[in-house]
Nanobody, 122 residues
Framework: EVQLVESGGGLVQAGGSLRLSCVHAGIENYSIGWFRQAPGKEREGVACISDTDGSAHYADNVKGRFTITTDNEHTVYLHMNNLQAEDTAIYYC??????????????????WGQGTQVTVSS
């Protein structure tokens, strides 16, 4: 059974930082990463780690600001720096297919957690 539990969201001022955590289980042979959804907007991939080669992939609008890491056991993190108002969204941790098989070089998700809210005030 796949389990994904996010934490670490909150309210932060523009320019600030947050670290999201995702404790996972049952995701062997899946790539893992983060996507977000803002009110009235479509789901947007943020970052993921490919299970085929361990490479990290990022959406263009977070490159240089966000970093995805893993402890190689049961937790994946999303370190978010220089947050901006447009980063406000619910952030989800997901597991699925690697970015090599997608058009946008990000993971496609089959499973995800309940999400954690990130709000950036300007």
């Amino acid at each position: 059974e796949v389990q994904l539990v996010e934490s670490g969201g909150g309210l932060v001022q523009a320019g600030g930082s947050l670290r999201l955590s995702c404790v996972h289980a049952g995701i062997e042979n899946y790539s893992i990463g983060w996507f977000r959804q803002a009110p009235g907007k479509e789901r947007e991939g943020v970052a993921c780690i490919s299970d085929t080669d361990g490479s990290a992939h990022y959406a263009d609008n977070v490159k240089g600001r966000f970093t995805i890491t893993t402890d190689n056991e049961h937790t994946v993190y999303l370190h978010m720096n220089n947050l901006q108002a447009e980063d406000t969204a619910i952030y989800y941790c997901g597991a699925g297919s690697p970015p090599e098989y997608s058009d946008d070089d990000l993971c496609e998700y089959d499973f995800w957690g309940q999400g954690t809210q990130v709000t950036v005030s300007s």
